[in-house]
Every structure is written in structure tokens, then in C-alpha cells.
């Protein structure tokens, strides 16, 4: 047996981690087979006992304590479902999550300046800072991807809104999380960061995967992509928290207020998919000024989809006369300068061929 499944078989015996009642159901069984007959006879044979599998009971927790940080507790219970040998090498099941990653924005050139501990230490106060805003909300960690956390939500017992619900909650509390985390750091005399973050809700296929003496879990799929390249395209319009389309189908009529950003074709995937901006964490004045020139936005989305190119760029000269700074605007503006005028093929839709340039997952 593995020390995979071995843990895992400690983890569904040791439910409660009370090393004193798995003390108590470890004697009490060996009395009824009759192996500790003696004990009433020779109280020492019985104090040693208890202390033997006690000891052993706080192995074991200890054990459970150190896999869980490496491997997240809810994606064993996700293949606990499936009986203890569930974790063998290969195993993988297909599930609906939502899907978060949020990544620090400009950290190669932030870590330059930062000495080998010096940049451990940040990482730590960061990830540490970021950690609980997930939790909280019925997600957990699967990685950490250099300055990177990916995250999933999957609803114990939850529906598709839920868990989407769940990460939107979330990403919500991490630039919360963020802006208490920047005035201490502030007030120790170190520059603000920012961060971006991306959310996706779709199939994915949980699995294992590695060889017989190293193995790790692993989540792939479509859905892992978009996630991930939505969050990769937060600089593109400098915005906090983007979400697609089917996220907010998904939430239905509990969707945060947001606007359309663009609509675009990502990296490793044909079929193009409307980009949202999640608004709710902004101040009052931020968020009406953006929702103020959505239409307008999306007027011009549409006129770019036909290539009526004039009509697209007089849409968004309309939103950039109401809102002069706002980044997206100036964005759809640098487009239609690029494409007026080019000749368009038969397979144009109007989708924006964005790469990202951050890596691989």
C-alpha cells in the first residue's frame, strides 16, 4: 500500500482525532476477543496499554496534520467517496467546480530587489494573508504556482450556483484581504502590490498522477484554462477580478454587478468567450462611472464583431467622452486603430486573439 492510501486509511479511522477515544475503541475491541483478559488482573499491563495507543493515536494525527499541507484535505474527501484504494495512481473522476487564480501583479521585477529570504518571507506573509478569504468560503488551496494560488470551490452537497457563489465571495474577501495586507505594509515602509484575479466555472477531471514512489493530485481541463488565462488578462484592462460569461450564467440573478470587457479568443482554446469585470469591491463612485459606459461598450463590441469599424470606434469615442481614464476604453480605441482599414477573412468574429504572457500551468 502506498503512504497515499496508507494516510488515508489512518484519516477515515482516526474521525474524530481524540487520541483518547481511539484509545478507548482500540481496548475495548481487544477485550471482546479476549486478547487483554488480563488487564483487570495487572493495572500496569492496562496503563500501558492506553499509553501505547495513545501514543500511536498522536502519531497518526501528527501524520494527518503534515499530509494535509500537502495535499488538501477536501480532495481526499472527494475521492474518500470512492473507498480507500480511491487514490491510487491514475484515478481521476470529472466534476463541475469553479475555478480562482490570483497572481501578483509585476513580482519578477518586485522580487528582483528582494534577497533570497527576503523573498521567501514575503511569499509567506502574502500566501498567509490569502488563505483564509478561501477557506472561509468553501474552497481550498490545490496550488501555489511560483507567486500564484490556484483555487477550487466545490460546494459540499452545493449546487453550481453555490459554488460559484463561493468563489465569488471569495475573490471579493482577497481584495479586502489585500488592502489590510498594504497598509501594513505601508506602515512598515514597503510599496503597495496589486494582484489580479481570474474565475471560471466548469467541468474539470480531479486526478492522481506521477509514478509508483512520487504522486500528486492534479485538476486539468478547459475550465482550469480559462481561469487561468482570465487572470492573466487582468493587466491587459487593468482590472481586479475577472469572470466569464458562463460564471454569471451560472450565478443567475445573484450576479455582483459587472460590465462587459471585451470579447476574446484565449490562449489554447478556438471558441471565443465574453469577459466580465466583477465591480462589487470598488467604491461607489468607481463602480457607477464603469457601469455608466457599459452600453456603450458593448455597442462597440457588437459593431467590432461585424468589422463596421466606424461605427465601433464612434461607440467607444462615446464612452471615452464620459469616462476619459478609463483603461478599457483606451483599449477598444487601440484595437480599432489596428484593425480599420486591414482586409478581414472569412472566419473573422470580432473574437480578440489575446496571449498571455505569463506561464504555463
Known sequence: MSLLNLVLAVLLTVVTGYAGIITRLYVRRAQAEGTLSAVRERPDDNADNERHYRQRADEAKRLIQTFQKFVPRQFVEHFARHGTDALELGRADED???????????????????????????????????????????????????????????????????????????????????????????????????????????????????????????????????????????????????????TLETLQEDAPPTRLLDWVRVKGRQTPIEIYEVLSHLPEPVRQARLAINDHVASGITHRKAGRWEAAQAAFSQAQHMAPDDPVVHHHLRVCERYRGQPLDDQWDGALPLRSQTRDI
Open 96 to 246: 463541475d467546480v469553479a475555478i480562482l487564480f490570483c497572481d501578483i501583479r509585476g513580482f519578477t521585477g518586485l522580487s528582483e530587489h528582494m534577497r533570497p529570504q527576503e523573498l521567501m518571507s514575503f511569499l509567506n506573509s502574502y500566501f498567509l494573508r490569502m488563505n483564509a478569504p478561501i477557506h472561509q468560503h468553501q474552497g481550498f488551496i490545490d496550488k501555489f504556482i511560483g507567486d500564484a494560488i490556484m483555487a477550487l470551490f466545490d460546494h459540499p452537497g452545493g449546487t453550481a450556483k453555490d459554488k460559484a457563489s463561493d468563489a465569488l465571495k471569495a475573490a471579493h474577501d482577497l481584495r479586502q484581504a489585500l488592502d489590510l495586507y498594504n497598509q501594513h505594509r505601508r506602515n512598515s515602509g514597503y510599496t503597495a502590490i496589486n494582484v489580479g484575479i481570474g474565475i471560471h466555472y466548469g467541468p474539470v477531471i480531479l486526478g492522481t498522477v506521477g509514478s509508483d514512489d512520487r504522486m500528486d493530485t492534479t485538476v486539468i481541463g478547459d475550465s482550469v484554462n480559462i481561469a487561468y488565462r482570465l487572470e492573466s488578462l487582468a493587466p491587459v484592462y487593468e482590472a481586479d477580478i475577472i469572470v466569464s460569461a458562463q
